[in-house]
């Protein structure tokens, strides 16, 4: 392979979607009222979707946020909005059996028609894309594996097909690896601009936002109402929902020891011409590989390359991890030497420890939360439905599964995560050995 060329110094830190997506009015300062029906604790698509549905039914609701809204990880991630889950359809029913499985993945399908909806029927202009998606084998077994997927998500309403390697330029840009499994299902979304259309949406529907509100704790009053404290005074509430995700704190300690935080960072390129475009995406899919330190990727609707991984598992600087994504970024697509990364910036997600996003009640006290990674879809989705519960209706299927606590010493400083850093990435290497040597051009 020929040596990667250095990556420019001059991009802005900042997430590309931050600079591209419409401003946000200062809701910091405004008084809080000292009582609602129910308080949203984080104010990102969880928090904005639940309050926008609390709302609608009636409602009136309060959302608090620490910082600013969207400040989290929606105005920060790929824009892939894909049904599924980490665990793939033959792990999900091992795990939950047929019947449980199968209604866990027609809701992510259902979350999926959900955000298309709510996007179009909101007149929100997000540069939806539902093309589809593909998954990219970073090992030959991961890509025999994929057979197998291809009838059950196919019965779960998400038509899949198998790639093999001969074809595979039909659908992306690359030979680095072993075959994919191309979903037409989803696609990708701005998620700054589908970010700011469910701002509007919520306070529309009549819900309260507050910025610069931080949560200190949530405490139960003998009358079964709820004392939340901020840094700015309190509310009582009847309900109240934590939807802090990647960035649940002492608020929440019950929580915070069950949600890893966890690092994932982006770079965007400059716009490429057209036809390079049409070269690295040639129907316009978004794109994830099978590595435990994952790529993702897409082309965005101005021809920029939108790259994101997980690329450090350390505390590291977003100057770090521009570098080792351009790595990555020209290893799968070395047809993009030479042109320059105009942003570079990360975020975190909220893992959990069985890798599947939880919705529940914890001392009274409504949750949802542990994206994983995907929360494009479903954590809009999981807040609606948190809401409609808190209204009367029936809980998701999600709520079924037990919310388990790291099983470790642990409260929310992820001590641990170099060292299983490290496990996933000598696994990776491991499963790299048989590795698909490009074919000359
Ligand atoms: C770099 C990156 C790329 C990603 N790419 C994708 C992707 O392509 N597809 C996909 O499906 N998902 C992706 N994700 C995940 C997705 O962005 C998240 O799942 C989703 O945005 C979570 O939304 P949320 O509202 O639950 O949490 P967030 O948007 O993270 O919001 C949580 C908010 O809670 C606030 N908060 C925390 N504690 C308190 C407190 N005590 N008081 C008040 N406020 C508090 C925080 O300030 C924060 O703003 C990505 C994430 C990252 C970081």
């Known amino acids: 392979m020929p040596a990667i060329p250095d990556l420019n110094r001059d991009y802005e830190r900042r997430p590309y979607w ?36 609390l709302a609608t039914q009636g409602a009136s609701v309060v959302v608090v946020e620490a910082r600013t809204l969207g400040w989290g990880a929606s105005t920060r991630n ?5 049904p599924g889950y980490k665990w ?27 955000l298309g909806r709510t996007i179009r029927d909101g007149g929100i202009d997000a540069e939806l894309r539902f093309n589809g998606y593909m998954e990219l084998a970073w090992s030959r077994r991961d890509a025999d594996d994929f057979a197998a997927e291809v009838r059950p998500r196919t019965e779960w309403g998400t038509p899949a097909r198998v790639v093999p390697l001969e074809r595979i ?29 469910l701002v509007g949406l919520a306070e529309k529907a009549g819900a309260d936002l507050h910025e610069g509100t931080h949560v200190t704790s949530v405490r139960r009053e003998s009358d079964g109402w709820f004392a939340v404290q901020t840094e700015r005074g309190a509310i009582v509430a009847r309900d109240v929902l934590v939807a802090t995700n990647g960035y649940t704190d002492g608020a929440a300690p019950s929580l915070r020891r069950r949600i890893i935080p966890i690092g994932s960072y982006m770079i965007a390129t ?8 049409r070269e690295l995406s040639p129907t316009g899919r978004a794109y994830f590989d099978t590595r435990n330190f994952l790529s993702y990727w897409h082309v965005s609707a101005d021809r920029r390359l939108i790259w994101g991984g997980r690329v450090s598992f350390f505390p590291t600087t977003v100057d770090k991890t521009a570098k080792l994504l351009h790595r990555r970024m020209l290893e799968v697509h070395p047809q993009v030497a030479g ?35 995907s929360g494009v879809v479903l954590l809009h989705w999981l807040g609606t439905r948190a809401a409609q519960w808190m209204g009367g209706a029936a809980p998701p299927a999600l709520a079924e599964l ?17 060292v299983v850093g490290e496990f996933f990435r000598a696994r990776d290497r491991l499963a790299a050995r048989d590795k698909v040597t490009p074919p000359a051009a």
Request: charged share 20%; glycine share 16%.
């Open 18 to 53: 931050h600079a591209t997506m419409p401003a946000l009015p200062d809701r910091s300062g405004k008084p809080l009222p000292e009582s609602a029906d129910a308080v949203v604790i984080g104010g990102g698509y969880t928090g904005l979707a639940a309050a926008r549905q």
């Open 78 to 82: 790929g824009g892939i909005a894909h």
């Open 88 to 114: 793939g359809p033959a792990s999900l029913i091992k795990r939950y059996g047929r019947d449980l499985a199968t209604q866990l993945y027609v809701d992510s399908v259902e979350a999926t028609e959900l």
């Open 169 to 197: 330029t039909d659908e992306v840009g690359t030979r680095a690896y072993h075959g994919g499994l191309a979903i037409d299902t989803g696609g990708v979304v701005h998620p700054g601009k589908w970010f700011a259309g």
């Open 270 to 277: 400059e716009p490429l011409p057209a036809d390079l475009a």
């Open 339 to 373: 042109y320059r990364v105009e942003y570079s910036w990360g975020g975190k997600i909220g893992m959990t420890f069985d890798r599947m996003p939880h919705i529940g009640r914890s001392g009274g006290v409504m949750y949802a939360m542990g994206c994983c990674g």
């Open 402 to 418: 037990r919310f388990p606590l790291v099983p470790a010493p642990y409260e929310g400083r992820p001590w641990f995560l170099p």
